[in-house]
């Protein structure tokens, strides 16, 4: 069983930036992939990053390429989603997610945190 909690959601504007931040507990965090996902009002959640185990492979939805960078500290059981040249279309409740590999699609991450808020003024 691995719970997550994410952190490091608030309300910036156009062009700022942001860390989140998803603590893991358990002792198997290391051998994880974990992803990003995002949901906005009234659409469906969509894939922002993923990263494996070994931080080797990193993958990227099209919308956030060359904005946001996912990264992770197996030491710290803690994934991190770096955001930067934030668009007010990235608004959004921000998850983390775990699970075996690091795929796109939401159904193949088993666990999930609760989620942090992400608010872009234009």
């Known amino acids: 069983q691995v719970q997550l909690v994410e952190s490091g959601g608030g309300l910036v504007q156009a062009g700022g930036s942001l860390r989140l931040s998803c603590a893991a507990s358990?002792?198997?965090?290391?051998?994880?992939?974990m992803g990003w996902f995002r949901q906005a009002p009234g659409k469906e959640r969509e894939f922002v990053a993923a990263?494996?185990?070994?931080?080797?492979?990193?993958y990227y939805g099209d919308s956030v390429k060359g904005r946001f960078t996912i990264s992770r500290d197996n030491a710290k059981n803690t994934v991190y989603l770096e955001m930067a040249s934030l668009k007010p279309e990235d608004t959004a409740v921000y998850y983390c997610?775990?699970?075996?590999?690091?795929?796109?699609?939401?159904?193949?991450?088993?666990?999930w945190g609760q989620g942090t808020q992400v608010t872009v003024s234009s």
């Open positions: 997610a775990s699970g075996y590999l690091p795929l796109l699609r939401p159904s193949a991450y088993p666990y």
């Open positions: 358990g002792r198997t965090f290391s051998t994880y992939a």
């Open positions: 990263i494996n185990w070994s931080s080797d492979d990193t």
